[in-house]
């Protein structure tokens, strides 16, 4: 389905019908039509069906984002010099850990999965109602996406609701990880027979995106607690990789561009539009320092917010040293892999004059890959500083395009081709399959982002496969899950966060005095921060709700 026939749809549903969350379950599903009339024609059929893919919207560069990428490796939320983004603490409790019922971007990503299931449900129900030739492939693309937002939840939160029924008003009680799990995967077995073909159907949810949904669910479920289905994960990843109109660009950038849509390594993705007013993909206002529109020449104001995990961005660096040298040019390095374009790096200059652009304290906008947290501007009475405007790498993975004002025309794929290449891998390595067919699989990728087979792996490892996908999917929104699974959840990477670090700087807003390892610290180790607490407000609604275990019950 072409991106404009899609946003066509989308704005004719919008204004149609409003859809409840499956926490409160009595709302009208109607504005302006009565349910009982509307569904009854196919393009109201297929509007309603595009909302159910409009959700797919919050998942980039929403809540959770920053609950995967920050409580993960690869992202900070850190609060500026001045106080800007700590907002209540939400991002240091991610980064440390420390998240509990009322964390904001908790909140924030439980409320957009389970509108976006409400949506899934009270749409599914008109749809299966109709008497439309192709209603069981559009219920089934709409079962789909619920299924997508119960991973979502299922990987978050573990012992969720499941609500699958539009029809039954009762407020659900959670459902076991395993329980939830376990219907999951055969609601998208069930699914697979009526589901489009990829080919020909870029944006839809189809046979390809249900077998990535499942290797996802079947390579995660061991560190899940719910037993080894490697096998399971190979032969799904297996059966993405032979579909059919899908394939491996020969420009990693491409997948990446301002007009990605439509590319053919995308099996699931959200459809944006630089002339969305809602759900927008808002990513250059999250990532860009305050000034940094004039280095793109375009017309916006930045919120100068996240930027990377220092010790990331080092695995991208043939020299790691180099991250706190402020003249340092990371993308000339021929040693550097070339994938450090996932990151915005270095100083940045006015693209109409060339001039140096400065931060609002007068310093270089220059973003060195380093991240220097200020003493003397302890938070919450933690170790969380405040850092300079300037510091850290920023997303430069997705094009910004000198015409970008208030929202991004980028697609974000959800699944994409390459990561089930690395699935199949590390699903045939822990399940002694092909070392062989694993190491050709992760080469293949690689050699894509070299340009060549001069930095091919002889034989790969699991430590090998985990380091590739860090390399070629930053800023993806898998980390976390990825570093339960390899066993790394604990381990940040921001070793300058435990530095003494002297509020005395020199002409590029460098500390001119350094003391490493000054505050000795950790991430908590406790098992049960692998799941996020449920939100108190969730609770507030459906007290019918249970806390997981190791955070304080509800009462």
Known sequence: MKKNKIFSLLAAASLLITVPSCTNLDESIYDQLPAETFGSTATEINALVGTCYNTLKRVFPSDGLTMSEAAGSVMIYPTRKGGDWWDGGQYMQMFMHTYTNMTSCNIGAWNAAMESIGTCNANLNTVLGSDMADKDEKAAEIRGIRAYWYYYLIDKWGNIPLVTDYNDKELPANSSRSEAYNWLVSEVNSLISALPAADGNYGKFTKASAHALLAKLYLNSEAWGLGDKYSQAADEAQQVINTTGLELLSDWSDNFSWNNSGNKESILCAQYSSTDTRNTNSLHFRTLGYVENQAIGANFGAWNGFCAQPDYVKLFMADPSKASDPSYTYY??????????????????????????????????????EVFPLNGTERDGTLWREVQQQDGGRVGKWEYDASLSSAMNNDFAIFRLADFYLVRAEALLRSGGSVSEATSLVNAVRSRAWGDASHNYATVTLDDIQLERRLELA?????????????????????????????????????????????????????????????????????????????????
């Open 332 to 369: 000339d390095d021929p040693a550097n892999d070339p994938r450090i374009a996932s990151f915005r790096l270095g100083q940045q200059y006015s693209k109409a004059t060339g001039e140096v652009l400065m931060t609002g304290h007068s310093l270089p906008m220059n973003h060195y890959a």
């Open 475 to 555: 800023w993806e929104g898998v980390s976390r899950e990825d570093d339960i699974r390899f066993g790394c959840y604990t381990t940040d990477k921001w070793e300058m966060f435990r530095a003494g670090v002297s509020t005395d700087v020199d002409d590029y807003g460098m500390p001119k005095t350094i003391t490493a390892n000054a505050f000795p610290w950790n991430r908590p180790t406790d098992k049960y921060l692998e799941l996020f607490p449920i939100p108190f407000t969730a609770w507030q609604t459906n007290p019918n709700l249970k806390q997981n275990d190791g955070y304080p019950a509800f009462n």
